[in-house]
């Protein structure tokens, strides 16, 4: 038997009640962390490019390309890229899982259901267990949103990001930069059937 684990847009076969694939839609969907930089500036960014697919057996795969960062701020993003994602060796992170396809096969179009989750981030060759809730949307039989109830809190230390923290820092002349970023999505998968 599976295991339950649901994570992101692995909801939506559960939910949908098919046994086929869907896919993650860029165009409708948002990855988004904030920053805190010399103790109380808040920042917020995000990635311009994730992909994700749910397949008929449950296994799921989100895939974030760390390239595609957008901080409002080119040179920063060209950091970020080169010091602390090291894109040019590490250009995308992942999230895998499996899923029980009947875990939440009991929302009805236009209902919602608040679900935990849980999941293995990696970055570079680090891995991060997660766990948290997400808000499950069906918006029809072949689409579903799912998103974060609250902020999920990555620290920099759990995926040996701290160095590339630290060289951002002193780059920018700062203080300090948080470690803990607070992490928020909404993603909109569609049924391939």
């Not at 918006?139 to 949103?145: K, N, T």
Request: proline share 3%.
């Amino acid at each position: 038997m599976k295991k339950k684990w649901c994570m992101l847009g692995f909801l939506v076969v559960c939910a949908s009640g098919y046994a086929s694939a869907w896919t993650l839609d860029n165009t409708a969907s948002s990855l988004a962390f904030a920053t805190v930089k010399a103790s109380d500036i808040g920042e917020s960014h995000r990635f311009k490019s994730i992909s994700g697919m749910v397949s008929s057996d449950g296994e799921v795969a989100i895939e974030i390309d760390l390239a595609s960062i957008d901080t409002g701020i080119p040179i920063r993003d060209e950091r970020m890229g080169e010091h602390l994602f090291q894109v040019i060796q590490f250009p995308t992170a992942q999230f895998n899982t499996s899923i029980n396809l009947d875990d939440v096969g009991s929302i009805s179009i236009g209902g919602a259901k608040t679900v935990a989750v849980q999941g293995e981030l990696i970055v570079g060759t680090s891995r991060l267990k997660l766990a948290f809730d997400v808000l499950v949307w069906r918006l029809a039989d072949q689409s579903m949103v799912v998103s974060t109830v609250q902020p999920v809190i990555v620290n920099a230390a759990s995926l040996n990001l701290v160095s590339g923290v630290e060289k951002l820092r002193e780059i920018a002349g700062l203080p300090s930069i948080s470690k803990a970023v607070p992490v928020t999505f909404s993603l909109t998968f569609r049924h391939d059937g």
